[in-house]
């Protein structure tokens, strides 16, 4: 799978890239991952890309003419390629969305800076818009490398045990139950006894009762969407 970043600031994105298991992914040819800088299309004398709002406000806003050409070129190299716009303007990103994206043969995320896009560039080449939360960020870097995180582990061969992906939180209803490792006492601090039994399904039981506990806890307006739909 492919992944574009649309930025200005593609040095803040490379990094990610660079340890774990997404460089295992790229070296091993389950991702690809490319940059392209908006700035490089401007035809100001001085590269610039931001101009003042129309109709007055603070702040300046990401001009049409260098996203455009940016954009178009994209779309005529790649013109099966999926654009999503970062915003908080927008709706939420959530786990269904990742699995789908997945299935996309390549993807690009165009990350808005200054007070935002030019809203005729996103008419114009959106295909999907989205935001990670209700927040205001710098920019729309960090939200596009939660989107492509999220988005590549759900990629056939990016994880190493994709049995694991079937327990995650928010792939039921429920969080994800707690987890322990070794050693079984640490500091007074005792793993759950159940668990060092070997019984499978009375462990199965135990993160059943953990997982509802949890979801009741911090989300308990997902059991009560829950309860609704059943």
Same mark, same amino acid.
């Given at each position: =799978?492919? $992944?574009?970043?649309?930025? #200005? $600031?593609?040095?803040? &994105?490379?990094?990610? $890239?660079?340890?774990?298991?997404?460089?295992?992914?790229?070296?091993?040819?389950? #991702?690809?991952?490319?940059?392209? @800088?908006?700035?490089?299309?401007? +035809?100001?004398?001085?590269?610039?890309?931001? @101009?003042?709002?129309? !109709? !007055?406000?603070? !702040?300046?806003?990401?001009?049409?003419?260098? #996203?455009?050409?940016? #954009?178009?070129?994209?779309?005529?190299?790649?013109?099966?390629?999926?654009? &999503?716009?970062? +915003?908080?303007?927008?709706?939420?990103?959530?786990?269904?969305?990742?699995?789908?994206?997945?299935?996309?043969?390549?993807?690009?995320?165009?990350?808005?800076?200054?007070?935002?896009?030019?809203?005729? &560039? &996103?008419? +114009? $080449?959106?295909?999907?818009?989205?935001?990670?939360?209700?927040?205001?960020?710098?920019?729309?870097?960090?939200?596009?490398?939660? =989107?492509?995180?999220?988005?590549?582990?759900?990629?056939?061969?990016?994880?190493?045990?994709?049995?694991?992906?079937?327990?995650?939180?928010?792939?039921?209803?429920?969080?994800?139950?707690?987890?322990?490792?070794?050693?079984?006492?640490?500091?007074? =601090?005792?793993?759950?006894?159940?668990?060092?039994?070997?019984?499978?399904?009375?462990?199965?039981?135990?993160?059943?009762?953990?997982?509802?506990?949890?979801?009741?806890?911090?989300?308990?307006?997902?059991?009560?969407?829950?309860?609704?739909?059943?």
């Amino acid at each position: =799978m492919r $992944f574009t970043f649309v930025t #200005l $600031f593609p040095q803040l &994105i490379e990094g990610y $890239f660079e340890d774990s298991i997404l460089k295992r992914a790229i070296a091993n040819d389950y #991702l690809s991952v490319d940059y392209l @800088d908006p700035r490089e299309f401007s +035809t100001n004398r001085h590269n610039k890309v931001d @101009d003042s709002p129309a !109709g !007055g406000g603070a !702040g300046m806003v990401m001009t049409p003419q260098p #996203l455009y050409d940016c #954009l178009t070129q994209l779309r005529v190299a790649s013109p099966d390629v999926h654009i &999503i716009f970062l +915003t908080p303007v927008a709706k939420s990103f959530v786990q269904n969305d990742a699995k789908r994206l997945a299935k996309k043969e390549h993807v690009a995320f165009v990350s808005g800076r200054y007070e935002g896009i030019d809203e005729r &560039i &996103i008419e +114009t $080449f959106a295909d999907e818009v989205y935001s990670i939360g209700d927040y205001i960020l710098t920019g729309g870097e960090l939200p596009s490398l939660v =989107m492509c995180d999220a988005i590549s582990r759900m990629v056939d061969g990016v994880l190493g045990n994709s049995d694991s992906l079937e327990t995650e939180s928010y792939e039921t209803f429920l969080l994800e139950a707690p987890s322990f490792s070794k050693p079984a006492n640490y500091k007074d =601090m005792c793993i759950p006894s159940e668990f060092l039994k070997g019984n499978h399904s009375k462990i199965c039981e135990l993160k059943l009762d953990l997982s509802q506990s949890k979801t009741k806890y911090f989300r308990p307006d997902d059991l009560k969407r829950h309860k609704l739909r059943t």
